[in-house]
């Protein structure tokens, strides 16, 4: 059970408009080097006493992909599908996440490995959406479960026709990519997890706070799509 102790809003100033979808689009086709990176406030923290040192610092071995599949939604802007996982025994158990996990021998590439587990878990049928890879932000290192994520970007030229795996997920959640962009408000949080005190901003979206990897890669793609310079 979550015990939050305290919580901080962040980015209180009105953030501006995302691009719309085809500019988004344009952007993700062509990704920067370097990438932007994601806010350091979203970076989740391990409490020892008067120290705190990054809970993710010493990141796992296993190799894992997540699809981040940006669509046009009703208002022209892009969105993106998440995924809220079932409580109970599970690995990250009631968190957000997006469509995704760990490498298999049948997967050719990491973009095998998304599209397979989107496949799995929402039923996304890439030729119904019209589904096209654009490449691959920075992978994030998530100690907790000893994987290194890779996160493939991909476009699609229409709303995807979802179904959810109901031993995997409990929810679809379609959000706007303007709620992650620079100047998007952050909650700090600290609460106890597994017997350790931690600290991590997270974003609270359709009554859901998203946090750790989910959130860095969130942050990270709307610091690329907020760069008028990407």
């Known amino acids: 059970m979550r015990r939050a ?6 980015g209180s100033v009105a953030y501006h408009p995302l691009v719309r979808f085809e500019d988004a689009v344009a952007r993700l086709e062509r990704l920067p080097d ?4 994601p806010p350091e406030a979203l970076r989740p923290l391990l409490l020892t006493g008067a120290d705190a040192v990054p809970a993710d610092r010493d990141g796992g071995v296993r190799e894992a992909a997540v699809l981040v599949l940006v669509y046009p939604g009703p208002d022209g802007e892009p969105w993106t599908i998440l995924t809220a996982r079932p409580t109970g025994d599970l690995r990250h158990a009631g968190e ?3 469509p995704g996990g760990a490498v298999e021998a049948v997967d050719a590439s990491m973009a095998d490995t998304a599209v397979r587990e989107a496949r799995e878990e929402v039923g996304l049928d890439p030729a119904q959406c019209g589904l096209r890879i654009a490449g691959e932000l920075a992978p994030v290192e998530v100690r907790v479960s000893g994987f290194r994520l890779h996160p493939i970007i991909a476009v699609a030229d229409r709303r995807p026709v979802l179904t959810a795996d109901a031993r995997e997920v409990s929810a679809i959640l379609e959000v706007p990519l303007r709620s992650f962009v620079v100047g998007a ?3 700090t949080v600290e609460e106890d997890r597994a017997g350790r005190r931690i600290r991590y901003g997270a974003y609270l979206v359709a009554g859901q706070r998203i946090w750790g990897a989910t959130a ?6 709307g610091a690329l799509l907020a760069d008028e310079d990407a």
């Open 5 to 10: 102790s305290s919580t901080e809003p962040r």
């Open 34 to 37: 370097p990438l932007p990176g």
């Open 96 to 98: 957000v996440s997006f």
């Open 216 to 221: 860095r890669v969130l942050g990270q793609l």
């Open 185 to 187: 408000p952050i909650e």
